[in-house]
């Protein structure tokens, strides 16, 4: 269960993406999803790390050694329009990384992330939303539990939204 000092701090970076114009809902789920995919990936190399180094025995990485500058943990200290470029950067970049993490074969990860697009406007507010999300797996998340409950907090914003007339049913939706 989230707390009212958890769901202030997901408003918070919300109101962050709401303010650089990004009026869609399902806009700023989709993007921070991604962005909490990308520090989980980094999360997973780390525990890797972490193992080799007590057992001595080498582990299947995510990241190869010219792909460490794609990992949260690097690239979140450098400058705001340095982590823009490296976001957006179409063959080397961050997003082209997960779109392509399992190359191009028909797996069900390659078929939801070849459309993943970044889309946050400005440097400064994805440097505000990663500083926001570092705030809460560093103090707030404890668990995949907590991860469910803040995904059903932003889902929730998007029936918020419906009333408020602020949402719109995208194309596939309406399709299907």
């Known amino acids: 269960m989230i707390t009212g000092e958890i769901k202030n701090k997901i408003d918070n970076i919300w109101q962050k993406l709401w303010a650089a ?3 869609n809902p399902l806009t700023c789920i989709e993007q921070l999803s991604y962005l909490m995919f990308i520090r989980s990936l980094d999360d997973i190399e780390i525990e890797t ?9 080498k582990g299947n990485h995510i990241f190869d050694e010219s792909r460490q500058k ?3 943990s690097k690239f ?18 961050i997003f082209a990384f997960i779109k392509n993490m399992h190359g191009n074969n028909e797996s069900a990860f390659a078929k939801f992330m070849k459309d993943a697009a970044f889309q946050i406007p400005a440097p400064q507010v994805l440097v505000n ?3 926001g999300l570092d705030e809460l797996y ?6 995949q539990d907590m991860l469910g409950d803040i995904y059903e907090y932003m889902l929730d914003k ?3 939204s419906g009333q408020n007339g602020q ?10």
């Open 21 to 23: 114009g990004m009026a």
């Open 138 to 143: 560093e103090n707030d998340i404890q668990d």
């Open 76 to 93: 979140k200290n450098l400058s705001p329009d340095e982590i823009f470029s490296l976001m957006k950067d179409e063959k080397n970049g």
């Open 167 to 176: 949402f719109r049913t995208p194309a596939q939706i309406r399709n299907l």
């Open 129 to 131: 939303v990663i500083t």
């Open 158 to 160: 998007l029936s918020a």
């Open 49 to 57: 790390e972490q193992k080799e180094n007590m057992m001595g025995i």
């Open 70 to 72: 794609l990992r949260w």
